[in-house]
Structures are given as structure tokens and as C-alpha cells.
């Protein structure tokens, strides 16, 4: 059974702070992803990454960073905090092994920016 | 790079009607187009998909069929129940599958 952790549900920062984001999978997958999800913008890709060390821009990487040192590791990153990246945040990953890639996320990161 | 439109936003049937969300994508590489479903404080969960080679798959009471001449895929709920009142996500991949670009969501809700 494929679990993706993230290290907080609800996170509150003040504007300029430097945020870390952890999420964790234990099955192995090449592929992990961040999301964020904001009401009536759905699911937006900020980043992700294919293979450790590997990391690719998605459609708004603006303001934000990743890391991924380890396989089962994907760290995202706000250098500096602003109010306009209070989201809800959503971790997934993927394998790459057959053709279907489903994608398993995590329970999610609500962050709120004051 | 991919754009997937979803329609409607919200969509309220009452218990035993279909339900249909329909989507549109831009990109005629896309060849997987997975739905996912997302209930109240959960985590998104795929709940069937379709890849392009076919036109339409059905599971249980959950259907998807593929137009890739006109590019859009849909959603078919039948017999509708309480328990699938939810958020629903479309989305088509960039060609190699591994990433996805989501729509943005269509809110059912099943009333009795």
C-alpha cells in the first residue's frame, strides 16, 4: 500500500520567513510532484522531480524552490513567504515502471502566510 | 504546454441521476487522461482513467469516454449515490505520462 506523507497538515509563517515543506513516499517512486490547490484553480504543478538531484519547473514555479537529495525525499521551499502562497499543498509520486503513472498524493499541507 | 478546461464547476443531481463532467484538452500528445476524486479533507485518489487507443473504458457505475479527434474526455456517474458527492479532477498527461496537467474541478453533490 503506497503511503506519501507530508511533515505538517497546518502550518502558519509570518511574510518573509523561509519555509520547508517535507513530503516522504515509501514505495520507491521515481517521480514526485508539488501541488498547490486553490478554490476553483484546481491542482497546479510548481515542481517536480524525475530521478534524485533531478527537479523540473511545472507551471508556477515562481517564489518557490525544491530539493531532493534522497529518492523517497521531495523538499519544497519558500525562500521568503508571502501572503499571496497561502494554499492548501499536495505532495504526490510515481512510479515509472509500465505506462500508467498514478499518482499517489499526501494528505496534504494547508499553509497560511500572515 | 497543456490546457485542460473542465465544465461544470458545480453540479448538484439528486440520488439515483447520472451525473456528466466533461473536459477539454490542448495538447495532441496527450495519450492518458486520468480522474480523480476528492472528498472533503482527503487527498485526491484516481478513480479510473483512459488512454487514447480507446474511446471509451466503464467500471462499475463510472464510465469515461474519449473524443481525440475533437479532444475531450468525460465523466459518466450513473445511479448516483450520497457517497459520491465529492470533488472531481480531470486531467491529461504531456505525452510520457509521468506528468499531469489537472482542470479545475468539478463540486458534485448528491442530494436525496
Known amino acids: 500500500d503506497v503511503k506519501v506523507t507530508q511533515s505538517s497538515r497546518y502550518l502558519v509563517k509570518r511574510t518573509g520567513e523561509k519555509v520547508f515543506l517535507e513530503c516522504v513516499q515509501d514505495m520507491d517512486h521515481e517521480n514526485m510532484f508539488w501541488y498547490r490547490q486553490d478554490p476553483g484553480l484546481g491542482l497546479r504543478l510548481i515542481y517536480f522531480s524525475y530521478d534524485v538531484k533531478m527537479k523540473e519547473k511545472g507551471d508556477i514555479p515562481e517564489g518557490y524552490s525544491v530539493s531532493r537529495e534522497k529518492k523517497e525525499r521531495f523538499s519544497l521551499i519558500l525562500e521568503s513567504a508571502s501572503t499571496n502562497q497561502t494554499s492548501m499543498y499536495l505532495c504526490?509520486?510515481?512510479?515509472?515502471?509500465?505506462?500508467?503513472?498514478?499518482?499517489?498524493f499526501g494528505p496534504g499541507t494547508r499553509l497560511t502566510v500572515l | 504546454g497543456e490546457n485542460v478546461e473542465q465544465h461544470p464547476s458545480t453540479l448538484s443531481v439528486q440520488e439515483g441521476d447520472s451525473a456528466v463532467i466533461k473536459c477539454t484538452y490542448s495538447d495532441s500528445a496527450s495519450n492518458y487522461f486520468p480522474w480523480y476524486k476528492q472528498e472533503l479533507g482527503k487527498r485526491p485518489q484516481l478513480i479510473i482513467d483512459?488512454?487514447?487507443?480507446?474511446g471509451e473504458k466503464k467500471d462499475q457505475r463510472i464510465a469515461v469516454t474519449l473524443n481525440k479527434t475533437a479532444k475531450h474526455f468525460s465523466l459518466h456517474i450513473t445511479e448516483t449515490q450520497p457517497e459520491d458527492s465529492a470533488v472531481y479532477f480531470c486531467a491529461a498527461n504531456d505525452g510520457t505520462a509521468s506528468k499531469l496537467t489537472f482542470g479545475t474541478g468539478t463540486r458534485l453533490q448528491v442530494t436525496l
Open positions: 483512459i488512454r487514447s487507443n480507446v
Open positions: 504526490a509520486s510515481s512510479s515509472v515502471r509500465g505506462f500508467v503513472h498514478e499518482q499517489f
